[in-house]
């Protein structure tokens, strides 16, 4: 490793290689979120123009934490083009009213406000001796909450926009009987919080679209709603598999058909999901088809575990995800609450695996029902698309072929980290000729 803030050249360029430190919410590897899958192909595209620094925000809540209790060493894979890591502390307190008041004066989301950012303002200060380029910033709290200890080129992942997932959330909620007086009260006091919280995500949003160097979205739709001339679209993606696990192809019997729903499920939009696709959409799904079953997988929480009935089965985090993949008839992506777009969208149409989602599962994806997959949005019309697919072989095979293509050419990981190194490239030098 060279010098402290002295510029690396690459031999193949004529151009020093840029200095940048990321600053992220989680360690990327293993790559079993759409977060950390993102974040891993994000350091990959910077790492092709610079060379990089992670600093991971622990949130000292016992996340991250190994079988010993102990804080876990983060290590880049070998390969990976992170060159040091480094980790600031970010206590998350239990939510309580004496937390109100501190939000209230703060002027920021309750998210942002309620984290002590003491440690992490100090760390990225004693960081910014390094002599860096540029500060990536991986999410858009700790930008908004510490994001002025540095006048550095700067880009913000905005990889959700957080109001529209709250508004999406607000939608979903279900409300208690009028009988249940505590339930109706609590429920009016933390619609009144997040409805204050909906408006202080939009501003800072806003925020970084007009103050930051760049500020990054995951479709064109959110840039739409963003606005911003420093507002850039980087897509999700995913690396195209060279041998598909999925079997379009395959039988399925005309009683059964095995689906599967794979993503985080301590994520409040993936716990909801498997609520509705359980609750709602599998008692009409069985009257078709009594013998359908349902997997669901990735880390659950109690709210999603319950779920587990004899068709029914949380699996829990796997290493191995192609082989859930391989085993299933249909992916389903039944979100009603969230932001950004679905990575788990493209992991199925890499491998062929037929999908039915609902319209905000596939949101600034591009997909049209029918072609690439199936939309539904109501727990009948959900329910009716998984069995119009597997009960048609040919039409499996006709919207995989579709959904391969279209995740091919628009959100292979491959074509868009060059990209994410030339928004780099451009940001430090637009900022340089200031």
Sequence with gaps: M?????????????????????????????????????????????????????????????????ADGAEQEYRAPIG????????????IPSASLRGVIPWIASGLPRRVAWRDWSGARSAVSKELSNGYDLIWWSHLD?????GEVTTLPCIVDLDNLEDQKMLTSRMAQERPPLRDVKASIRLAFVSELDRVDIRRWHRSQRRA??????????????????GGEKTYVIENGYVTPEYPVGHPERQVDDKGGALVFIGLQTYEPNIDGSRFLVEQVLPILQELRPEVSIRIVGRAGPEVCELARPNVEIVGEVE?????????????????????????ILE?????????TTSLGCEGLSLV????????????AFAESCDLLLGDTGKRIEITEAGAALQIEHFDWVKIRSRIGELAQTVCGRSSER
């Design 2 to 66: 060279s010098g402290v803030g002295e510029p690396i050249q690459d031999e193949h360029s004529r151009t020093a290689r840029l200095r940048i430190l990321c600053i992220a919410d989680e360690f990327p590897w293993p790559e079993r979120t759409g977060y950390r899958i993102r974040l891993a192909n994000v350091l990959r595209g910077l790492g092709e123009v610079g060379v990089l620094d992670l600093m991971i925000l622990h949130p000292e809540n016992g996340q991250d934490l190994g």
């Design 80 to 91: 990976e083009p992170v060159e040091r890591t480094v980790v600031a502390h970010v206590p």
């Design 142 to 146: 700790a930008w908004a909450a510490i």
């Design 209 to 226: 679209s007009l103050q930051a160097d760049g500020a990054i979205v995951c479709s064109q739709q959110d840039r739409i709603a963003l």
């Design 320 to 344: 191995n995800i192609e082989a859930e993949l391989a085993s299933a008839d249909l992916a389903v992506v039944p979100l009603r609450i969230g932001a950004g777009t679905r990575i788990k």
């Design 348 to 356: 199925a149409l890499a491998h062929r695996l037929p999908i039915v």
């Design 369 to 380: 029902s029918g072609v690439h997959c199936e939309i539904a949005d109501s727990a009948k």
